[in-house]
């Protein structure tokens, strides 16, 4: 039993430094797109290993866990790939460091399709 606890301490602990670098990614990228993808990312992640080392301390839980990690899943992603559509769509700009746009570039081709 020790073993266990053990172990799910350390997926969660490990968990909660990928929220701590997510936070860290969001105060450090320069535009609002690449800090929608820093911390996505790792907060997905860390969300996901923090439930599942509760999930593995306690066993009970475990099914309630997964439908929890099941849903951060698939929400996560979705969302912040909806707020950055939204920005891209309201023109917010990038950062001079980025050098392409494909949505941009999508968006023009599809223009001329259209044409």
């Known amino acids: 039993m020790e073993i266990r606890m053990l172990i799910g301490s350390i997926v969660t602990l490990i968990g909660a430094i990928f929220i701590f670098l997510g936070a860290l990614g969001i105060v450090r990228m320069p535009d609002l797109y690449n800090r929608l993808q820093s911390g996505t990312k790792a907060s997905t992640l860390g969300t996901i290993l ?3 080392g509760i ?7 475990a099914g309630k866990a997964f439908i929890i990690i099941s849903f951060v899943m698939m929400t996560n992603p979705v969302s912040s790939h909806t707020l950055a559509r939204g920005a ?3 023109g917010i700009p990038l950062s001079k ?12 081709n599809e223009k001329k399709e259209e044409q």
């Open 50 to 52: 923090s439930i599942a």
């Open 55 to 61: 999930g593995i301390i306690n066993p009970a839980w």
């Open 88 to 90: 891209h769509h309201l």
């Open 97 to 108: 460091k980025t050098v392409i746009d494909k949505l941009k570039e999508a968006e023009a």
